[in-house]
Nanobody, 123 residues
């Protein structure tokens, strides 16, 4: 089992920044690729970004490319999502997820999920 706890969400004006954190406990964190997904009301859960086990490889959704940055610290069992130039359409609940060994763009491929953190961007 891997337990994931997100933090750092909140209310921000358009153009602002937030940094989300996802703290993991349980199994060996460095064995898991980590992804961030988001879900807005009435919409399906959407891929945002994924990072490999080592942190050496990342892949972003086009909608956030150039604005969001994912990183991880395997010594601290934590993955981060730096979000800059936020837009109202970024408003959603953001979830981190863990998948054994390799990442995926598809949310159903992930093994463990956090409870989510709300991000609201006002115009």
């Amino acid at each position: 089992q891997v337990q994931l706890v997100e933090s750092g969400g909140g209310l921000v004006q358009a153009g602002g920044s937030l940094r989300l954190s996802c703290a993991a406990s349980g199994r060996t964190f460095s064995n898991y690729a980590m992804g961030w997904f988001r879900q807005a009301p009435g919409k399906e859960r959407e891929f945002v970004v994924v990072i490999s086990k080592s942190g050496g490889s990342t892949s972003y959704a086009d909608s956030v490319k150039g604005r969001f940055t994912i990183s991880r610290d395997n010594a601290k069992n934590t993955v981060y999502l730096q979000m800059n130039s936020l837009k109202p359409e970024d408003t959603a609940v953001y979830y981190c997820a863990a998948r054994r060994y390799s990442g995926s763009y598809y949310y159903r491929d992930y093994d463990y999920w956090g409870q989510g953190t709300q991000v609201t961007v006002s115009s």
